[in-house]
């Protein structure tokens, strides 16, 4: 079993298909995995999240009491991939977050208020992010906003989470992919889109994972230059 994972989240990395987009992709995960990472498409993981959703909320996500919570710039990804007909029959806002990791410290988030219109009259929250690896955000998204949605049950939905990830207050926390890692350690969970982004993230989880971090630099710099 791998114990590191990618998430492939770059238009033309996107996608496992019978098309010239679709054989780039899959010759880009056989590299990753030829590497030890294991990859995950956002279309394949947006088909498991359509799936597993039917599973866990069934129609509670249409209610008009039920509102979906998208944190940050992850979030975002999973909302772009997401159906356009399925988010118009959810009421769904977007709010601020971001993770900040400080050495010798647990990870903490910043978060937003949830845009308060009707807030009062919400039943059930659910929180849609890309990854949950610590529960930071989540339990922060709920701390700060709980007081306002006084009467609503709170669930987290996510790509792939960490199983140590801490959520206890949460009614119910699922994800699309199965949880990684194990209750006492966390496996790296990355985004394509994240590393590109960031040489300087992609240089660090680089040095700090492989024995040789040249083959993966590699493959992100040709990566980072057909995006």
């Known amino acids: 079993?791998?114990?590191?994972?990618?998430?492939?989240?770059?238009?033309?990395?996107d996608r496992d298909g019978a098309s010239e987009q679709g054989e780039r992709c899959r010759d880009f995960m056989r590299r990753l995995q030829?590497?030890?990472i294991t990859p995950m498409t956002a279309s394949s993981l947006t088909e498991l999240t359509i799936l597993s959703w039917r599973d866990r909320?069934?129609?509670v996500a249409?209610?008009?009491?039920?509102?979906?919570?998208?944190?940050?710039?992850?979030?975002?990804?999973?909302?772009?991939?997401l159906p356009q007909e399925?988010?118009?029959?959810?009421?769904?806002?977007a709010v601020e977050a971001k993770r900040i990791w400080e050495p010798g410290q647990p990870p903490r988030a910043i978060v937003g208020r949830i845009s308060p219109q009707?807030?009062?009259?919400?039943?059930?929250v659910i929180i849609v992010d890309d990854v949950i690896s610590s529960g930071a955000t989540i339990r922060e998204i709920m701390h700060v906003n709980d007081p306002w949605i006084p009467n609503?049950?709170?669930?987290?939905?996510?790509?792939?989470?960490?199983?140590?990830?801490?959520?206890?207050?949460f009614d119910g926390v699922y994800s699309a992919w199965e949880p990684v890692g194990t209750n006492t350690m966390k496996v790296p969970i990355n985004s394509l889109s994240t590393l590109l982004a960031h040489?300087?993230?992609?240089?660090?989880?680089?040095?700090?994972n492989f024995a040789d971090p040249a083959p993966l630099l590699t493959l992100l710099g040709e990566a980072g230059k057909d995006k």
């Open 1 to 13: 079993m791998s114990d590191k994972y990618m998430i492939l989240d770059v238009p033309g990395l």
């Open 57 to 59: 909320f069934g129609e």
């Open 152 to 169: 609503a049950k709170w669930y987290a939905f996510s790509w792939i989470r960490q199983t140590s990830a801490f959520t206890k207050r």
């Open 118 to 124: 009707r807030l009062g009259s919400m039943r059930c």
């Open 86 to 93: 399925w988010l118009e029959r959810c009421k769904w806002r």
């Open 34 to 36: 030829d590497l030890g």
């Open 62 to 81: 249409r209610d008009q009491s039920t509102l979906l919570v998208f944190p940050g710039n992850g979030a975002n990804v999973v909302r772009g991939y």
């Open 199 to 208: 040489p300087e993230l992609a240089d660090s989880y680089a040095r700090r």
